[in-house]
């Protein structure tokens, strides 16, 4: 009995230093909150970076912008850096949310090319550095998809009987939703709810032939060929394209949506200067460069582009050109009507 | 006497002030979001809303009760053979039954995708034999399997504990007055089972009707649960925050089961009552 | 009949055991892929343990399981011993509320509890979801289970020795601690057990109730599901199998021996 009451007591003194560690540990060093997409960075560049400035970083990742948003929105968790889409940055930026940058403390900046700045979301280029860019498409295997029906270059093939339950789709409202309304041919920035209410029924229409709602798990569908379609982000088909071969993507016809994602600091970190100092770093050539290989995502920054396979940069689909882009929409922060109709026509859905 | 009260009061102190706060004032604050809005103000549209979801209620309740059902097929053999093992081999074959449970539930379901899927384990195995290959996952089917897999030895456990109650001798004695299997089933073991078979399938409906993650795995993203729902209006997935909503139906769903679990109680008293004739 | 029920009893177990078998095989699958298998490698144990986030969250489940288990049996003990001496309405009262967290589904707790820190957050502008919201909501759900193993225990104790204690002159407390503590210690440890083991496996309540700076081991499992397939999350499992098998048999053998021991004396 003694013994045990000795363990207790045992347990109890190392769940209590165990506790002070992961509390307050190493005190005066500062710890950044960073919160990111999964599978968008080169995880080796964080130590490189606590190395390099003392400051120690806690990694945590999202599926989409709208779980990244609802999780700071709560005012529950507290994160210095976010990097999310463009749409999702005017909406943080109108509700207040983000901080306005001191550009002293990141000089890379100036490496990110003119033409990603001062966009739609953060036109006085005040609260974010682009971190990537890059459009939609749609990506199949060439042995399980007929090549008539791919050369068509359409939106349609993600509505094509033939492949009922080898289709992927989108997991989150906002993407799934671009998609059905540019195969409408309306605007992924509609403020009209019978355009919405239309681009509900073709996902409703596309439900029974979508083997699964997916995001990072498009990965794993596409390169093992459990999957034969599925439309998704244009990096990420050069990734899956290395994992199988028989793998293509498209542009669609129809249009897709241009994105910019960004590094921000929210108005509540208490560590401003040192996220920025994050920042800084992320836009290092060097590490801007290693981010560009490993995520597969088009890079704003412009040393970087020099230096990467030219292979990569003269992809025309994942550094689109001019005239791919005339073509390409990018997302809008919606009016909270349109965006509550879409999330009740999303849940709508998924639910019959 | 004083005395001895001031002291009980202080015993109970630190229980009754942290389950006030940590258990009794969230359930208050589920049902005051559940009949306001946003404002703040008394409404009954989100208890009303529930009829929209109506579809959902019911799509979970369906699923959760064929699982339960099937645990419970499955498992009250294996529970009565356990129970009419040596002593010894009973404790380890329980102890193979628990194992299971102790990796993480989310683990298990995970390694069901690997063998469920179109290129999955199974269907290799049976192209390998030249057969045809089936659609198995992102389907009802697949989530009834997740359920019944996870939460099978929540149905063995209890209905194994009051099988062991049951003396060898009591069925030997049923037996030689002249009862044939299948009346020593309906007529003693069954009765004398009730309330391991009770808590059995509370232990498994609850967690099976309320799951989000499992439709999630092995559903696609296709099949949609309450828990789904609830997850969604909380965490935003659908860019959209609602507590009210959210509430309401967290509400709804509590007193499903609280109704549920009244009427197997109700099952639990009448099955003792007859018992005991 | 006997050998039908031997098949039967196998089909079970192969069920219950197949999904482990995959993830234990495939954790040493030199390839990344899902069902192919292309010969033996530690490479996804090397990558594992140089994992930090997976490695930080498991040190964080482990503290909290601790810490909670800890905070849940002093308070559950405490409490059973006033519950015990309840008659009546109160005791009705008390049990009943005991047994919310126990009967309500996990998620109804979880969304429960996240409206209150941030009904206290937003409202009050008090705290942060983190290791503290967690340690809350974990001590909460297991305060009931050590109280549901600690009052049966208690039911059978023989009162007389502690006021027997106390008419010698002991003080209630260490009458207490001396007298009562060693009769029901079999419940309190596996009251203690339970709460550690429940708070480990919890998945649903830490993941509405972390926050940015504190992630459970199954709250990092279940992004790492929802990220491209990595055999890392095999590997952990075959390792967390392992841990979780080499307890029960400690504890099993422990027990044995305790009984034989009981035999000889």
């Not at chain 3, 972390?210 to 590997?235: C, D, E, F, H, W």
């Amino acid at each position: 009995m003694k013994k045990k009451i000795l363990s207790l007591v045992l347990a109890a003194v190392l769940a209590l230093s165990v506790l002070s560690m992961a509390g307050c540990g190493n005190s005066g060093k500062v710890t950044l909150n960073v919160y990111n997409w999964g599978e968008y960075i080169d995880l080796s560049v964080l130590p490189e970076f606590e190395k390099e400035t003392g400051i120690r970083v806690n990694y945590t990742t999202y599926a989409s912008n709208e779980e990244m948003y609802a999780k700071i929105a709560s005012g529950a968790a507290s994160y210095d850096v976010v990097i999310p889409s463009d749409y999702m940055i005017s909406k943080l930026i109108q509700e207040d949310m983000l901080a306005p940058l001191n550009f002293d403390n990141i000089p890379n900046a100036r490496y990110i090319g003119e033409q990603y700045k001062g966009l739609d979301f953060d036109p006085e280029n005040q609260y974010t550095v682009p971190y990537t860019w890059g459009t939609t498409v749609v990506i199949y295997n060439k042995s399980m998809v007929d090549p008539a029906d791919a050369a068509a270059q359409s939106l349609d093939l993600l509505w094509n009987e033939k492949y009922s339950g080898q289709i992927l789709m989108f997991d989150n409202p906002r993407d799934a939703f671009g998609v059905a309304l540019s195969k409408l041919g309306y605007s992924l920035n509609s403020e009209n709810p019978d355009e919405w209410k239309a681009a509900a029924e073709e996902l409703k229409k596309q439900k029974p032939l979508v083997q699964a709602y997916v995001m990072d798990q498009i990965f794993d569908k596409m390169e093992s060929g459990e999957a034969a379609i599925a439309p998704y982000y244009a990096g990420d088909a050069l990734i899956i394209q290395d994992g199988n071969p028989d793998i293509d993507y498209y542009i669609p016809k129809e249009g897709a949506n241009f994105f910019v994602d960004a590094m921000c600091v929210l108005k509540d970190s208490p560590h401003k200067a040192e996220a920025e100092a994050f920042i800084n770093f992320m836009c290092k050539t060097d590490v801007a460069v290693k981010t560009a290989e490993i995520i597969g995502y088009a890079t704003p920054h412009l040393e970087a582009v020099k230096q990467l396979d030219p292979e990569i940069t003269g992809n025309t689909v994942v550094y689109a050109d001019e005239a791919v882009l005339a073509n390409t929409e990018v997302f809008l922060n919606l009016s909270p009507e349109i965006n509550r109709l879409q999330s009740d026509l999303w849940t709508d859905i998924k639910k019959d | 006497m004083h005395r001895k009260s001031l002291s009980r009061v202080a015993i109970n102190a630190p229980y009754t002030v942290w389950m006030a706060i940590f258990v009794l004032v969230p359930i208050a604050l589920v049902v005051y979001y559940a009949f306001t809005d946003a404002a703040g103000r008394f409404t009954l549209q989100n208890v009303a809303s529930i009829v929209d979801y109506s579809h959902t209620f019911f799509t979970s309740l369906e699923l959760a009760l064929i699982s339960t059902a099937i645990c419970l097929v499955l498992a009250y053999p294996l529970a009565y053979a356990i129970s009419r093992m040596h002593v010894k081999r009973q404790s380890t074959m329980i102890m193979l039954v628990m194992l299971p449970m102790w990796m993480n539930f989310l683990i298990r379901t995970y390694a069901w995708m690997t063998i469920l899927e179109g290129n999955g384990l199974i269907n290799r195995a049976v192209r390998a034999l030249g057969g045809e290959g089936f659609h198995m996952i992102n389907t009802n089917g697949a989530v009834v399997l997740g359920m019944v897999y996870n939460f099978l030895p929540y149905m063995i456990l209890p209905i194994y504990t009051v099988l062991t109650k049951i003396e060898q001798s009591t069925i030997e004695a049923a037996q030689d007055l002249g009862a044939n299997r299948v009346n020593i089933f309906r007529r003693v073991l069954l009765p004398m089972s009730v309330p391991g078979v009770i808590s059995g399938i509370t232990m498994v409906f609850v967690p099976a009707v309320s799951t989000f993650v499992i439709s999630k795995l092995l559903g696609g993203g296709k099949t949609f649960l309450i828990g789904d729902i609830i997850e969604n209006y909380f965490l935003g997935n659908t860019g959209t925050v609602d507590y009210n909503i959210g509430a309401a139906l967290s509400l709804v769903l509590m007193i499903l089961i609280l109704i549920s679990m009244a009427i197997m109680n109700h099952f639990d008293k009448d099955a003792s009552a007859g018992g005991i004739m | 009949m006997k050998a039908l029920s031997k098949v039967y009893n196998f089909l079970i177990f192969a069920f219950l055991y197949a999904p482990i078998l995959v993830m234990i095989v495939y954790s040493f699958n030199a390839d990344k892929s899902r069902t192919q298998f292309g010969g033996f490698s530690l490479r996804w144990y090397t990558e594992l343990f140089h994992d930090q986030v997976i490695l930080k969250s498991l040190y964080i489940s482990l503290a909290l399981a601790l810490l909670s288990a800890l905070i849940a049996t002093i308070i559950g003990t405490i409490a059973s011993v006033g519950i015990h001496a309840m008659r009546g309405a109160p005791r009705r009262a008390y049990l009943a509320v005991n047994n919310i967290p126990v009967t309500n589904p996990d998620i109804v707790t979880a969304i429960s509890m996240m409206i209150l820190f941030v009904f206290f957050v937003t409202k009050l502008n008090g705290m942060e979801m983190g290791f503290g919201t967690l340690l809350i909501s974990h001590i909460t759900f297991n305060i009931p289970y050590v109280v549901l193993s600690v009052l049966p225990k208690l039911r059978g104790l023989n009162s007389n020795i502690y006021e027997a204690a106390q008419d010698l002159g002991c003080p209630p407390v260490p009458a207490f601690l001396k007298v009562v503590i060693p009769q029901i210690s079999q419940g309190i440890v596996t009251g203690f057990i339970m709460a550690f083991t429940l708070s480990l496996d919890d998945f649903v309540i830490s993941y509405f109730n972390s926050g940015s700076t504190a992630q459970t081991l199954p709250v990092t499992i279940y992004s790492m599901t929802k990220r491209p397939y990595s055999p890392k999350i095999n590997a952990l499992s075959t390792l967390l199998f392992l841990a979780v098998m080499a307890l029960l048999l400690i504890v099993n053998f422990r027990r044995s021996g305790d009984q034989k021991k009981e035999v000889h004396s």
